[in-house]
């Protein structure tokens, strides 16, 4: 099974080798690291140049779908090959997986590849920006990868809770939060990190904590400067 990372930085999972090992290829340099730890954010961490950990969730529901038994117990006895060998996180099941730069994806077969992910327009509330986001990618690194310096950037992994926000429209996939930072009444009242989250449809958000008091400080101090005599 191979993750092909495209020229366009978008992810598919191609079945042209079976099930029997798991590689990351991308016709990319590796001089490309930093953008590619930046694209891929969301669905994988750690990167190196030689290998990197995919979330075995994103992993599963990418090629999962419609799958009949025999393929998910396939997929089953390969996670457990790579456990095997210490390529299995035990704490959150992220898997090490080897990379190979530089590739020619031209040969490649693309088998059962899935399609190219959804793109949602994302508009934050407090000051009016907007940019998009594909489905696999978190809010937060549509955020970030627009350009967009107001949400603040931390681990991007769902335990600082610096990028609390709360989401007052549209629908998403949520991944695994601290509940130090989100509790099961924030989730309910649309409050959430957006590093762990995925949109589903175009989302309307509102800044929260820091990043909201940071802006609001930002706005006042604009509105009481006096304007400079000509």
């Known amino acids: 099974m191979l993750i092909l990372i495209d020229g366009e930085w978008c992810a598919r999972v191609l079945q042209c080798n079976g099930l029997h090992e798991l590689l990351i290829v991308t016709p990319h340099h590796r001089r490309h690291l930093p953008k590619m730890r930046a694209a891929m954010d969301g669905v994988s961490r750690a990167w190196e140049l030689n ?22 117990e396939g997929f089953g006895a390969l996670v457990a090959r ?30 059962n590849a899935r399609k190219k992910p959804d793109c949602h327009r994302i508009r934050i509330e407090d000051t ?4 998009s986001c594909l489905s696999e990618s978190s809010v937060l690194h549509g955020c970030v990868f627009a ?17 609390r926000i709360k989401v007052v ?3 998403y996939a949520c991944g695994q ?21 995925y949109p589903l449809s175009d989302l309307v958000f509102e800044l929260a904590g820091k990043a909201a008091s940071r802006v609001k400080d930002t706005n006042t101090t604009r509105v009481q400067s006096p304007r400079r005599e000509q």
């Open 51 to 72: 290998s990197a950990e995919i979330d075995q969730k994103w992993l599963l529901a990418a090629v999962g779908a419609g799958k009949t038994d025999s393929w998910r």
């Open 169 to 171: 429209q549209g629908r």
């Open 147 to 163: 350009g967009h310096g107001v949400l603040p950037s931390g681990c991007h992994g769902g335990g600082c809770g610096i990028c």
């Open 128 to 131: 009016g920006q907007e940019f």
């Open 177 to 197: 939060m601290s509940r130090q930072h989100v509790s099961d009444e924030d989730i309910a009242q649309g409050i959430v990190l957006a590093c762990r989250i």
């Open 82 to 111: 790579l456990w095997a060998r210490g390529q299995v996180d035990e704490a959150d099941g992220f898997i090490r997986v080897p990379v190979r730069w530089g590739i020619d994806v031209s040969s490649l077969k693309p088998g």
